[in-house]
């Protein structure tokens, strides 16, 4: 089948020069389909950081730059999920040691006579047969035990 097909004549150069235009045109449109940048319009509107260098180019430090960053990106979406784990562990752990000195407390025979002592003291504080001092006293005290418990 060789030498079927004639020969094409030798390309002009203005055909050379179409070609080369159509090329150039063409790269240039997808570099800035990659760069998910359009027409001049739109590029005014980006920071200074993502405008196409000259001529379109980005450098190799730029790339390694933005390279670094979708790195550091990545990595602090890690540290983040990481950090949500533990934080939901603590909660868990907190609720569970909550509960425990929900029964140790309910179970604890002094707290119930703090708990008695404070409604006398409080009632009596309301028909005003003792000064408020106690009353603020026993809150005071009960207070502390709890605090002591938790």
């Known amino acids: 089948m060789s030498g ?25 449109k997808r570099r800035l389909r990659k760069t998910r ?17 000259r001529n379109n180019q980005f450098n190799k430090v730029d790339d390694l730059k933005r ?27 907190d609720q569970q040691r909550r509960i425990r000195n929900e029964r ?8 119930e006579d703090l708990l008695a002592l404070r409604r006398y003291r409080q009632r009596a504080f309301e028909r005003r047969r003792l000064p408020s001092s106690l009353a603020h006293s026993s809150r005071r005290l009960l207070s502390r035990r709890l605090l002591d418990l938790y």
């Open 37 to 53: 940048q359009g027409d001049r319009n739109q590029r005014r509107h980006l920071s200074d950081r993502m405008k196409p260098r």
């Open 104 to 111: 140790r407390f309910r179970e604890d025979p002094l707290i």
């Open 67 to 93: 390279r670094l960053d979708r790195l550091d990106r990545l990595e602090r979406l890690q540290r983040l999920a990481l950090l949500d784990d533990m934080v939901q562990k603590e909660r868990a752990f």
């Open 4 to 28: 079927t097909y004639e020969k094409l004549p030798p390309r002009t150069a203005e055909r050379k020069k179409e070609i080369q235009e159509k090329r150039q045109v063409s790269q240039l």
